[in-house]
C-alpha cells in the first residue's frame, strides 16, 4: 500500500518565521504534488515536481517555494509565513505510468499549519 | 482553463435515500475525471474514476461529455457515507505529470 508521510500534524509558526514542510513517499513515484485546503475552496495545488530537481508552479505558487533533491521527498518552504497561510497542507504523489489513463493521487494525512 | 464546479456545499439525506452529488467540469478536451472522499480524521483518497467505470461502495459516476458532468450517485445512503467528496479532474497536455483540478467539495450528511 502507498505510504505518504507528512512530517507534522499540527504545527504553529508566527509571522515572518521560514516555514519547512516535509514530505515523504515509499513508492518510488514521479510526480508529487502540494496543495492547500481550505473551506468552500477545495484543494488548491501550490507547486508540483515531476522528477528530482524538477519543479513547476501549480495555481497558487506565490509566497512558497519547493525542494526536491531526492525522488521520495518533496519539501513545501514558507519563505516569509504570513497569517493568511493559515490552512491546512495536502502532500500526495503519483506515478507517471499511463496504463490505463492517470495515475490516480496518494495523500498524506495533512499538516494544519497555523501562522500567528 | 479547466474548472471543477460541486454547486452544493452541504448535503443532507436520510438513510436508505438516494444519494446524488453534482460536478460539472469545463474543459474542451478529453479530461479523466475521479471522485476523491476525505472520511472524518482520515486522508484523502481516491473513490472511483470515470475510466474504470465500477461501483465502489455502491456508488458511480458516469462522465457525460454533453453535459459536462460527471455525478456521483448511490440509490441507498448509508450513514458511514458521511463525508467530504471532491470531483477532480485531469487532462492530457502531452504529459504523464496528472495533476489535477478540485472542485470546492460537497460535505454530505446521511441522517439515521
Known amino acids: 500500500d502507498v505510504k505518504v508521510t507528512q512530517s507534522s500534524r499540527y504545527l504553529v509558526k508566527r509571522t515572518g518565521e521560514k516555514v519547512f514542510l516535509e514530505c515523504v513517499q515509499d513508492?518510488?513515484?514521479?510526480?508529487m504534488f502540494w496543495y492547500r485546503q481550505d473551506p468552500g475552496l477545495g484543494l488548491r495545488l501550490i507547486y508540483f515536481?515531476?522528477?528530482?530537481?524538477?519543479?513547476e508552479k501549480g495555481d497558487i505558487p506565490e509566497g512558497y517555494s519547493v525542494s526536491r533533491e531526492k525522488k521520495e521527498r518533496f519539501s513545501l518552504i514558507l519563505e516569509s509565513a504570513s497569517t493568511n497561510q493559515t490552512s491546512m497542507y495536502l502532500c500526495?504523489?503519483?506515478?507517471?505510468?499511463?496504463?490505463?489513463?492517470?495515475?490516480?493521487?496518494?495523500f498524506g494525512d495533512g499538516t494544519r499549519l497555523s501562522i500567528l | 482553463a479547466q474548472r471543477v464546479t460541486q454547486p452544493e456545499k452541504l448535503l443532507s439525506v436520510f438513510k436508505g435515500a438516494p444519494v446524488e452529488l453534482k460536478c460539472n467540469y469545463s474543459y474542451s478536451g478529453s479530461p479523466e475525471l475521479f471522485w476523491y472522499v476525505q472520511y472524518s480524521r482520515q486522508r484523502l483518497q481516491l473513490l472511483l474514476r470515470h475510466i474504470s467505470r465500477e461501483s465502489i461502495k455502491g456508488f458511480t459516476a458516469d462522465l457525460n461529455k454533453g453535459e459536462t458532468s460527471f455525478h456521483l450517485k448511490k440509490p441507498f445512503a448509508q450513514e458511514e457515507d458521511s463525508a467530504m467528496y471532491y470531483c477532480a479532474l485531469t487532462t492530457d497536455g502531452g504529459t504523464s505529470y496528472g495533476k489535477l483540478t478540485f472542485g470546492q467539495g460537497t460535505i454530505l450528511t446521511v441522517h439515521p
Open positions: 513508492m518510488d513515484h514521479e510526480n
Open positions: 500526495a504523489s503519483s506515478s507517471s505510468r499511463r496504463t490505463g489513463g492517470f495515475q490516480p493521487q496518494h
Open positions: 515536481s515531476y522528477d528530482v530537481k524538477m519543479k
